[in-house]
């Protein structure tokens, strides 16, 4: 099992900018697909962006293409969100997962697929 801590959560004003960032420890992730969840109160936990493996690929809801960017840092065993033209609608915890790369991967948006969770860093939008 691989353990994940977030940090970077904030108060920022709309279109300002906030990375987030999502340590790994007890495992490499270089070998592992990690994604970037969300939560709003009263919504479900919902897709934001994933990275495959080494960051072959990049995936994004469509809501923040274009603003976000997942990267990965092997060296660091982090994984980050870099989060541009920040909207009041972005409000929400924000939770770092991963799981095993294995050849055919499953649908990255699930949140059934990932089988490690961090605990999540506040992130709020001003108006």
């Known amino acids: 099992q691989v353990q994940l801590v977030e940090s970077g959560g904030g108060l920022v004003q709309a279109g300002g900018s906030l990375r987030l960032s999502c340590a790994a420890s007890?495992?490499?992730?270089?070998?592992?697909?990690m994604g970037w969840f969300r939560q709003s109160p009263g919504k479900e936990r919902e897709f934001v962006a994933a990275i495959t493996r080494s960051g072959g690929s990049t995936y994004y809801t469509e809501s923040v293409k274009g603003r976000f960017t997942i990267s990965g840092d092997n060296a660091k065993n982090t994984v980050y969100l870099q989060m541009a033209s920040l909207k009041p609608e972005d409000t929400a915890v924000y939770y770092c997962?991963?799981?095993?790369?294995?050849?055919?991967?499953?649908?990255?948006?699930?949140?059934?697929?990932?089988?490690?969770w961090g605990q999540g860093t506040q992130v709020t939008v001003s108006s």
């Open positions: 997962a991963g799981r095993p790369t294995i050849a055919t991967m499953p649908d990255l948006r699930k949140l059934y697929v990932y089988n490690n």
């Open positions: 007890g495992r490499t992730i270089s070998y592992y697909t």
